[in-house]
C-alpha cells in the first residue's frame, strides 16, 4: 500500500488542534467542516447552472442524464 501524505488541511488541523478537544467539539467541527464544504459545492453548482443558462425545466433532463464514466476499478 501506497503511504500518502497529509493534505494541507490536515496539517493545519493538527498545528490548531495539538491538545485534546472534547468529543462535542470534535462532533460541532466535523459539522462546521460539512456545512462549508456542502455551501462551496451549491456556490458552485449555482455558477454552472447560472453560466448554462439553465431553467427549472432542464431539471428533470438532467437528473435523466448518465454521465458518470469507468474508474478502471
Known sequence: MEAKSLSNLQLELLKV?????E???VIAIR????????EKAIR???EVW??????SDDT???SQ??????TGL
Open 44 to 46: 458552485i453548482a449555482d
Open 65 to 70: 442524464e448518465h454521465n458518470r464514466t469507468s
Open 17 to 21: 488542534y495539538s491538545r485534546q478537544i
Open 31 to 38: 459539522k462546521m467542516l460539512a456545512t462549508y464544504f456542502a
Open 50 to 55: 447560472v453560466k448554462n443558462g439553465w431553467k
Open 23 to 25: 468529543d462535542e467539539d
Open 60 to 62: 428533470q433532463h438532467l
